[in-house]
């Protein structure tokens, strides 16, 4: 995710400027907030098919370093079996999905995620017709 309206150069001329850095430093503080909590619902859905958030800092006026955008890594792979990549792919849809405000960035994550899943569905229908199992049924349930 990439937010930050706040650019280093903006943070440094905004040096003696104490109305302005207090703005600055006050987005910036929103800015940081917001990325930490995107990159943390792709984490937090994407389970072990997510790698840790990487993050982009600027440092603010008050000498501190605020994130400005991030990213978090998520395994798009095909799995050997196809049921194995439904699950994988449902999950990666949802981590990539998860924040509030996705990013195209986000967006193209699920639609190849979504993409692979359908394509795993009809290798499994395609598996289960040839063994039978999509021409039997069961009255017991």
Known sequence: MRVGSISQIQVAMAKGDKK????????????????????????????RYAGPPHFRFVKGPDGRLYAVAGEVNIDVSEERDPEETIRK?????????????????????????????????????????????????????
């Open 89 to 141: 792919m449902e999950t990666v849809i949802r981590a990539a999905l998860a924040p509030a405000d996705p990013s195209p960035q986000d967006r193209r994550v699920a639609a190849e995620a979504a993409r692979k899943l359908m394509k795993a569905q009809m290798e499994l229908a395609r598996q289960r017709q040839r063994s039978g199992e999509g021409s039997r049924f069961s009255l017991l349930a």
């Open 20 to 47: 302005r850095e207090r703005q600055i430093i006050e987005e910036l503080k929103r800015t940081d907030q917001k990325v930490r909590q995107h990159e943390m619902a792709h984490k937090v859905a994407g389970g």
